[in-house]
């Protein structure tokens, strides 16, 4: 088991931001273990690991594929509930929560960024991150002033009203950012957000996150097995085998 | 998320995927014009029938052939289960048209006989039927042609089909004698303390209407007091009913009654009520019964072929709603990343099986009500073409209610297992790739 060096925290420590920031999530992790069950026996992903983010950190999550990373990503965002161990973020310990109180933590806490963007295809850019502001239940007209300034802030205010299927792989990642700030989420979870995009959208994208621990205060995470993308971040977590090493 | 929200999330997911929307609506829309076309088509059968049926009295009428004085209608008004009673009066008459009268006199040998004896001569005894004209409605008569007589008048009559019969009136030729004059004469006997004379007192009558009647037997319908009166006159003697039946015994007013139940479901104990009276009946309600239970076989039939149409449809809906479910995996973890619930999700497309059930179900009903006059028209040309009366195509309200509604709830139904489904999905679905 290896302990990530990052600055040693408590959730309660997180601190508000200021203007349209986030307050960012501390993010403790103690001895979480999960596993799958498969055909012929148990899978273990996650083998008690342990680790802590401060509010504001960001960290380079890397391994080969299958390592963990997905899965951890999956039980810090909330989506799905941690098997064994502890998990705080933001000072919500995720191991008691039930679907409805997961769907809330996901909601006013977290913020997701997909390799394959995520956004919903039958919707307009604008209308992908009012989405996020309508489930946490913001008013029309509040939400899409909201939606524009995050656009507008990512670069993408003239492609409001275009559907992903009319935008770049990079502006598609640009929306998913926006729409993961959109309820000022305390912890951004990225899980390769380069994986489909050429040299300068990842370029650009990555700056773009890199800006959110800095310009929002908000905690980032940003999953990825391009050493390059890793080597930006000031910490790295290395999964090898569902187990924290040294990178 | 709002239901707001949520209409217009469903309504994009539909509009984007048209081609699939667009086919389950038309299946949703096929099945319910069938069911709503099949109703119709049933429902006009059947009140077709039922006016048929009708015809020949109101549904709910019964008979009773029994001599009653105004006491024993009284009573019989009381009854629980009775709606209506119409006392009828039968007196038999002298009757003769104008124009026979004039005949007997032209072929008369004796010009100098007076004219009532001519026509006397003319003139046969006839029942002739006394009823209160505006309880008509509850009556078994039909107006062939013309009108009923006035409800008080003394001096308007109906002529029965027998009576045109009797004189060679061609059915649809019944309109001639409308406006024929004919001479009523009442009978008493014992005139001037001698059993054998009889008196006679004349009267002339309107004709104003040719009619189809089963109130009574008599080949005369005249309103109440026209029997009434004669039967009156007839009786100042105090000796009634010798060589002919002109009345009811002393004390009775009416020879028989027709009473009208509550409903067709009340007929039964209406006439168990009479019987308890002492009063034996007579009603057409088995023949009725029986018409109906067979309509309802029928109307069974065609309904349960709609309605397993709409089924079929409904499968439809839960196919296209699974397929959707299984392409839009991701979507859906995606929408759970974001914060949706399950019940949002459950939510989304529940409406959109909602909209599918719904939309199928209003132009599926428009359809039907097209498909179903169509028919109508062609039905109707072969009725004319047969010198029958037409059939009139209606849509009840019950019939486009239950078409819509029932579409739209047997979407919801169908739309339940995606539904629940799509909501438990997981959410780190959202991670997934391709």
Sequence with gaps: MTRAAATPTTAAQSEPATGDGCRGAAVEVRKLSHRYETAGRPLVVLDAISFSIPPGGYVALTGASGAGKSTLVSILGGLEPPQSGQVHVGGNDLHGLGGDELAAYRRSTIGFVFQHFGLLDTLTASENVEMALTLAGIRPRARRARALELLAAVGLADRAAHRPAALSGGERQRVAIARALANRSRLVLADEPTGNLDEGAATRVLDLLEQLPTDRNCTLVVVTHDRAVAERAPVRLHLVEGRLSAP | ?434
């Design chain 2, 1 to 434: 998320m709002t239901w707001t929200d949520a209409i217009l999330f469903a309504s994009r997911g539909l509009v984007r995927r048209r081609s699939r929307a667009v086919l389950t609506l038309m299946a949703v829309t096929l099945a319910a014009a069938l069911l709503t076309a099949l109703m119709m088509i049933t429902e006009t059968g059947r009140s077709r029938v039922l006016d048929q049926l009708s015809r020949g009295g109101p549904l709910a009428g019964i008979r009773v052939d029994e001599a009653l004085g105004e006491d024993e209608v009284d009573r019989v008004r009381r009854l629980p289960d009775v709606a209506a009673v119409v006392p009828i009066a039968t007196t038999r008459l002298l009757v003769a048209a104008d124009g026979e009268v004039v005949a007997a006199a032209e072929a008369g040998t004796d010009a100098d006989a007076p004219p009532m004896a001519v026509a006397n001569a003319a003139a046969e005894v006839e029942g002739v039927v006394g009823v209160d004209l505006g309880q008509a409605d509850n009556l078994p008569i039909t107006v062939l042609a013309g009108r009923l007589p006035g409800i008080g008048s003394t001096t308007e009559v109906a002529v029965d089909q027998r009576w045109l019969e009797r004189r060679g009136v061609a059915q649809g030729e019944e309109a001639n004698i409308i406006g024929s004059e004919v001479v009523l004469g009442t009978l008493r006997e014992g005139t001037g303390g001698r059993s054998d004379l009889f008196a006679v007192r004349w009267t002339r009558a309107l004709v104003v209407g040719a009619v189809a009647q089963e109130t009574a037997t008599g080949a005369v319908l005249a309103p109440l007091p026209v029997v009434l009166e004669a039967r009156a006159w007839a009786a100042t003697s105090g000796e009634t009913g010798a060589g002919e039946d002109l009345g009811p015994e002393a004390g009775d007013d009416y020879e028989a009654l027709f009473v009208v139940a509550r409903g067709l479901n009340q007929v039964d104990e209406a006439r168990q009520q009479l019987e308890d009276l002492g009063l034996p009946s007579e009603a057409p309600e088995n023949l009725i019964a029986s018409v109906l239970r067979y309509l309802h076989v029928v109307e069974l039939v065609l309904a349960s072929i709609g309605v397993i149409a709409l089924v079929i449809a409904a499968l439809g809906i839960a196919n296209a709603l699974l397929a959707a479910v299984r392409e839009r995996r991701r979507e859906i973890g995606v929408l759970k990343a974001i914060g949706a619930r399950d019940r949002d999700v459950r939510r989304v497309f529940l409406l959109e099986a909602f909209a599918l059930g719904l939309g199928g179900g209003l132009a599926g009903t428009a359809l039907g009500w097209a498909i179903a006059r169509g028919v109508g028209a062609v039905v109707n040309d072969y009725l004319s073409a047969q010198g029958l009366v037409g059939v009139t195509v209606a849509l009840p309200w019950a019939v486009m209610g239950g078409g819509i509604l029932g579409s739209a709830v047997l979407a919801l139904i169908a739309g339940t297992a995606p539904a629940l489904r799509a909501a438990r999905l997981p959410a780190h679905d959202a991670m997934e790739e391709g």
